[in-house]
């Protein structure tokens, strides 16, 4: 069981704090002492290489690691959601009350039905979950994150598995809708150009540390700055320009 004192800060307030986390699986460490502090509205991308911890870091922000042993201090925000890589609907529920899942006020309804229009599924509210693509259940799922206002939104490779174009749609979805609702944003991606076209930092996670941390919300600016970041960040990852893999440098 981790040791972790796990603050959740009030709505509004929106940072995230997490110091010294560490933590390890059947005696082997996976991280090592991570410090990460995430501002409101901020869009943090999360990259390191398989295996690295990525989804280990996120799981302990949301708490939802008992199976972990390790220390730390994570403070959040009361009001946070979880996007994973399925989109976790209940099959056994409507579309909509999918969407409401665990919210009891008044005004829920109205709210689902306007996030289910924001990803533009405005008429499926009474369908099964299992008659949508792979990309509308991912969107009910976010439509599922809209619906609390989140100050902070986790996500773990929420995109992987869509094809080219749905999550080309998915991500400028996912930009409109921070760019208007403005939660901290921990993303979590192996996708180096989706961590560029997303985020306003990016953050490696190597040998249980954090071994870059640098602000890109410049690189979108310019082609050739894109390029040049996108090559650093694949080179940091152990992907040479060539493609061929290298051994990587201090990671
Ligand atoms: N519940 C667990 N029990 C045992 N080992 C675990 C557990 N969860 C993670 N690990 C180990 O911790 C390490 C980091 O796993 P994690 O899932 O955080 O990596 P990741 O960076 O998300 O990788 P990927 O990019 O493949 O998703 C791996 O070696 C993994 O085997
Ligand atoms: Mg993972």
Same mark, same amino acid.
């Given at each position: 069981?981790?040791?972790?004192?796990?603050?959740?800060?009030?709505?509004?307030?929106?940072?995230?704090?997490?110091?010294?986390?560490?933590?390890?699986?059947?005696?082997?460490?996976?991280?090592?002492?991570?410090?990460?502090?995430?501002?409101?509205?901020?869009?943090?991308?999360?990259?390191?290489?398989? &295996? #690295? =911890?990525?989804?280990? %870091?996120?799981?302990?922000?949301?708490? !939802?690691?008992? /199976?972990? $042993? &390790? #220390? =730390?201090?994570?403070? %959040?925000?009361?009001?946070?959601?979880? !996007?994973?890589? /399925?989109? $976790?609907?209940?099959?056994?529920?409507?579309?909509?009350?999918?969407?409401?899942?665990?919210?009891? /006020?008044?005004?829920?309804?109205?709210?689902?039905?306007?996030?289910?229009?924001?990803?533009?599924?405005?008429?499926?509210?009474?369908?099964?979950?299992?008659?949508?693509?792979?990309?509308?259940?991912?969107?009910?799922?976010?439509?599922?994150?809209?619906?609390?206002?989140?100050?902070?939104?986790?996500?773990?490779?929420?995109?992987?598995?869509?094809?080219?174009?749905?999550?080309?749609?998915?991500?400028?979805?996912?930009?409109?809708?921070?760019?208007?609702?403005?939660?901290?944003?921990?993303?979590?991606?192996?996708?180096?150009?989706?961590?560029?076209?997303?985020?306003?930092?990016?953050?490696?996670?190597?040998?249980?540390?954090?071994?870059?941390?640098?602000?890109?919300?410049?690189?979108?600016?310019?082609?050739?700055?894109?390029?040049?970041?996108?090559?650093?960040?694949?080179?940091?990852?152990?992907?040479?320009?060539?493609?061929?893999?290298?051994?990587?440098?201090?990671?």
């Amino acid at each position: 069981m981790a040791i972790v004192s796990h603050v959740a800060i009030s709505a509004g307030q929106s940072s995230v704090r997490i110091k010294d986390l560490r933590r390890s699986f059947a005696g082997q460490t996976v991280i090592d002492g991570v410090d990460l502090e995430i501002r409101k509205g901020e869009f943090v991308a999360l990259l390191g290489r398989s &295996g #690295s =911890g990525k989804s280990t %870091i996120l799981r302990a922000v949301a708490g !939802l690691d008992a /199976d972990a $042993r &390790g #220390s =730390g201090h994570i403070e %959040i925000p009361e009001r946070h959601s979880v !996007l994973f890589q /399925d989109s $976790r609907l209940l099959p056994w529920a409507n579309v909509i009350d999918n969407v409401t899942l665990g919210i009891y /006020d008044a005004g829920v309804y109205d709210r689902a039905k306007a996030a289910l229009q924001e990803v533009e599924l405005s008429g499926k509210e009474n369908v099964w979950p299992k008659t949508l693509s792979g990309g509308e259940q991912q969107r009910v799922a976010l439509a599922r994150s809209l619906v609390r206002t989140p100050d902070l939104l986790l996500a773990d490779e929420p995109f992987s598995a869509l094809d080219a174009l749905t999550r080309i749609r998915m991500q400028r979805l996912l930009l409109k809708l921070c760019q208007r609702l403005q939660p901290a944003v921990l993303f979590v991606t192996h996708d180096v150009e989706e961590a560029l076209r997303l985020a306003d930092r990016v953050v490696i996670i190597a040998n249980g540390r954090i071994s870059y941390d640098e602000s890109i919300s410049g690189v979108r600016s310019s082609p050739i700055r894109f390029e040049t970041a996108r090559d650093d960040i694949l080179e940091r990852l152990g992907v040479p320009k060539s493609g061929s893999p290298v051994q990587p440098k201090e990671l």
